[in-house]
């Protein structure tokens, strides 16, 4: 399902937003994460994952390292020279990118600044594939990576390390992928993660769709990764958390990880209500919460 960007009327709104937040939080410090994840202590025999902030989940799958969404400074937005316009981290990332394992895979949802942000992309070598969406691959001309692939839905790719081989398979979410206003043309995806029978979906951003239910047909989905926040106002392109579990549940995921929120000010629900809201609509079955607070780690079961 193509999505429309936001309306004007909203957009208006944001934009004065931003320019509040920016003329009153220059000094506001950035509060650190709840807790540090240990990379170099994760076993290569499970399936670890880890809440680096916003969309940025640390994966280790079988020995195969992969980074979505990246996303390291304190502002994500337009940069100029010596700043960045647009809204500052609440929430401090829960590694920096010099404490990263080496990556093997990067994963880019779609072209979002918060999502796809040049400054820490710039920061990576040759020697890390990147998958994105269809027409984002030029964005990445001023880094270093070598091995880049545009993937469109129903499209995937396999990655392989000395640890072995890992599937990534794109499918379509319900969002929209220009980075700037006359950009509509760029993809936007969820992708399916698969290795030795195991299955984790990073869905990116995304409204309430029913394409998540196709998902069954590759196999029992270990992970759900899912954005839970910016629905008010952007509701057309931003599921709410509910909807967030809905959409897992319809992919028949075992477990779900919140993340997309307490990051950064993206939309105007308050700060604690996405994760409230998701722990509320899983009141019956938390144990399915894969993890709550930026910087936390999930092992998944074997």
Known sequence: MHNRKPTRSAAGRWIVHLWREWTTEIWRPISPA?????????????????????????????????????????????????????????????????????????????????????????????????????????????????????????????????????????????????????????????????????????AGDTAMTENFAALRRHGPIDVAIMSISAYNPWIQSHCTPEQAVQMANAAGARFIMPVHHQTFRLSFEPFCEPIQRFEAALSKTPERIALHEIGQTFVLPM
């Open 34 to 202: 709840s807790a540090k994840p240990g990379p170099s202590k994760w076993s290569d025999a499970r399936v670890t994952l880890a809440w680096i902030g916003h969309s940025t989940v640390l994966i280790n799958f079988f020995g195969v390292i992969i980074l979505t969404d990246p996303v390291l400074f304190p502002r994500i937005g337009i940069r100029l020279p010596g700043f960045t316009i647009g809204p500052k981290r609440l929430t401090a990332p829960a590694l920096s990118f010099d404490e990263l394992p080496k990556i093997d895979l990067v994963l880019l949802s779609h072209a979002h600044f918060d999502h796809l942000d040049l400054r820490t992309l710039q920061r990576f070598n040759a020697s890390t594939k990147i998958i994105t969406a269809r027409a984002t691959s030029d964005l990445l001309k001023g880094t270093q990576f070598s091995d880049v692939t545009e993937l469109e839905w129903g499209q995937s790719r396999s990655v392989s390390n000395a640890a072995g081989e890992i599937e990534i398979t794109a499918f379509p979410v319900n969002h929209w992928g220009a980075r700037m206003q006359r950009d509509m043309y760029r993809g936007y995806n969820g992708y399916l993660i698969q290795r030795k029978e195991r299955r984790i979906i990073f």
